[in-house]
């Protein structure tokens, strides 16, 4: 049946609407379409670019080349040297499981440090780099590299590691570095993000931890381009970080060596100190230890044998150590008494062997007594009943202000770790700490360096410069950062009368010079070099009164940890002082036997620069000196200084 042409009118008409509606709709999703793509290709196109490296580009932060650190000549005492290492950014692994197997068939790994490694790789950002091998040799670096694309993130990589040439020379004064703890973490307000990378290094103990700041520098940045399976294909940039300051020191390598082969297997310390500048030439705490054990951890059975070591070597003696100085406190007894005008130097004291106070006896070291003394031979024979007098005149709270304008009693500031404060005691000091009156026997027992009173080997250097030169001398550890020379520590005059340490002076120069003198057998025979000295013996234990009447036990009869102290400082040349020494032998015995020739030793040797001639010792010991310098020479460790270290 044909349609009449109005029908097909009608059917064109909606038809047409029909095309119109559709085609409507599809300019309408096609426009929209359109404005979708403009949007998120040109309006979104930063940010899903930044998706997409994402994806295939990883920043990681290059930790920064740490400080390294000179003796005043130069010599090295703490570098870096380059270290092989793989390491595995747990993200870009996969299965470490896997991974890892697969790895301990190309290499040998050590069961402990990879369970220690897994162990940081849980409790870490999956994203940073955990080193699973270090130290390793170029050939296994190789086979990791040849095996890439079956280890997916894992990276052989070479960076620095922390060494120290001098091994046990330098282990108290520099102290050591390792992986940053959770305990560090805990103490350091905001900690930098190149600290949270496993097994990063800082500084522990010692110069290293106590100037970590400036050692360490700052971490730089590099961009790295990596495939699907993690695998670094090409870095991209990189941001170089900055590095740490090298610090000088003002410490002789050389000297250092000595000092620690002269005190040899002793529990002790010694100090030598520049008296015109106030250099530490040498600081050793014996016996010592490998500060490179501890670079990478030290293992549990080195670290006991450390610890359970009677002499206790992880101890610095030196500055930490604080021991009731004994008769070498005598100097600043009688300093406080010459300058309160309570006697001069020609006044006498009768010693018959002992001093009554309140009812209870005092006893000098010299059972039947020195007979009349004044302050030259008090000094001379170490007579403790002449301080006992003049300390009992002057008053315990001058002789703890003397202490402290001599260096004892103050912590002084150097970088290095647990400087001991030492104690000057005085009447408030006691009423504050022990809720107890100040008893004139405190007193007595103050002025020859027993009591309350405490000292450490570098407070007792100090003091002696302090006595050689009359200026308020300053240690000071570090010489220069970064070439820049830091303050001298000379120090101003002392506010003390000059004529009255002269006279200190030469009481002390009899001690070393004159026969009844008790460091005489350990004399310097060199005129231009002669010394001046003071014997000191603390006491560790009481001697009670039915111990005397039947004899005082000797000190090589009892058990080495019920021995005496053995103390001794001096300095030289007597007219023009360059070197103050300080030696402290822990259960020594007596210091005119144990620590005075010791300390003649070091300071011969800190004169002459290197083994002084045989001729600066007594005829009767040169034949023994020679051995024993013999056996030093082998023992000394060799210098390494830069053009070593560059040639290597």
């Known amino acids: 049946m044909r349609r009449s042409a109005r029908d097909m009118d009608k059917v064109q008409r909606v038809l047409t609407r029909r095309t119109l509606l559709l085609g409507g709709i599809q300019a309408a999703f096609i426009g929209g379409l359109a404005m979708r793509m403009r949007y998120m290709q040109v309006d979104q196109a930063d940010q899903f670019r930044l998706l997409a490296e994402e994806n295939r580009i990883n ?74 091998a270090d130290q390793i040799s170029w050939e296994h670096i190789s086979k990791v590299a040849v095996n ?58 010692g110069l290293e931890a106590k100037q970590e700041d400036l050692l360490r520098g700052k971490a730089g940045a590099k961009r790295v381009e990596v495939n699907a399976n993690g695998r670094v294909m090409r870095e991209l940039d990189r941001r170089e970080g900055k590095p740490g300051a090298d610090l000088q020191l003002t410490v002789d390598s050389a ?35 490998d500060p490179n054990l501890f670079v990478r951890g030290i293992s549990v059975a080195d670290y006991r044998g450390l610890t359970e070591d009677p002499y206790r070597p992880l101890a610095n003696k030196s500055v930490q ?57 008090s000094l001379e024979q170490s007579c403790d009943v002449y301080y006992y007098d003049v300390a009992l005149k ?35 000091w006691k009423a504050r700490v022990h809720g107890q009156d100040w008893l004139v026997g405190d007193t007595a027992n103050a002025s020859i360096g027993q009591g309350f009173m405490l000292a450490s080997p570098l407070q007792l250097a100090v003091m002696t410069a302090r006595i050689a030169t009359g200026r308020k001398v300053a240690p000071r550890l570090v010489k220069s950062i970064d070439g820049v020379e830091q303050p001298s520590g000379a120090g101003e005059p002392l506010a003390v009368n000059q004529a009255n340490l002269r006279r200190l002076r030469k009481g002390m120069y009899a001690v070393s010079n ?20 003071k014997t000191g013996t603390s ?53 005119s036997t144990a620590a005075a020739p010791i300390a003649r030793d070091i300071l011969l040797q800190a004169l002459y620069d290197g083994f002084p001639p045989l001729e600066s010792y007594p005829a009767k010991d040169r034949s023994r000196i020679e051995a024993q310098q013999e056996r030093l020479r082998r023992e000394l460790r060799p210098v390494t200084r830069p053009e070593d270290k560059d040639r290597a």
């Open 255 to 289: 000297l250092q060596s000595y000092v620690q082969a002269r005190l040899g297997q002793e529990s002790a310390a010694a100090v030598v100190i520049d008296c015109e500048t106030g250099d530490l030439r040498a600081i050793a705490s014996a016996p010592s230890f």
């Open 321 to 377: 150590g604080a021991y009731p100085p004994g008769s070498t406190f005598k100097m600043i007894t009688a300093m406080a008494a010459l300058e309160a005008g309570i006697t001069n130097p020609e006044e006498t004291v009768y010693c018959p062997g002992f001093l009554e106070v309140s009812n209870r006896r005092f006893h000098c070291w010299k059972r039947g007594g020195h007979g009349h003394m004044n302050l030259e031979e």
């Open 394 to 428: 002057v008053g315990i709270d001058r002789i703890s202000a003397m202490a402290e304008e001599f260096g004892l009693g103050v912590r002084h500031d150097i970088p290095m770790s647990a400087v001991a404060r030492g104690l000057a005691p005085n009447r408030d």
């Open 539 to 591: 006491q560790v234990r009481n001697i009670t009164a039915a111990e005397r009447a039947a004899g005082v036990i000797r000190n090589e009869d009892l058990p080495w940890e019920r021995r005496d102290h053995a103390l001794f400082v001096c300095f030289a040349p007597f007219d023009n002082p360059r070197f103050a020494v300080s030696v402290v032998v822990e259960h020594g015995g007596g210091g």
């Open 514 to 533: 004159n026969r009844r003198g008790t460091a005489y057998r350990s004399r310097i025979l060199a005129d231009d070099n002669r010394m001046a000295g």
């Open 148 to 205: 890439a694309p079956a280890l997916p993130g894992i990276t052989p990589e070479v960076g620095l590691t922390r060494v120290y040439p001098q091994a046990s020379d330098f282990a108290h004064v520099v102290g050591y570095v390792g992986p940053v703890s959770d305990y560090d973490l805990s103490q350091i307000q905001d900690p930098e993000p190149v600290l949270r990378i496993p097994r990063f290094q800082i500084g522990k103990v």
């Open 59 to 132: 920043i990681r932060l290059i930790p920064p080349s740490r400080g390294e650190l000179f003796d005043r000549n130069g010599a090295i005492i703490a570098q870096n040297t380059p270290s092989y290492r793989i390491v595995m950014v747990r993200e870009d692994a996969g299965d470490v499981d896997a991974v890892v197997a697969n790895l301990q068939r190309l290499i040998p790994l050590d069961p402990e440090e990879l369970d220690r490694a897994l162990a940081e790789m849980r409790r870490s950002p999956p994203f940073l780099p955990v080193t699973l």
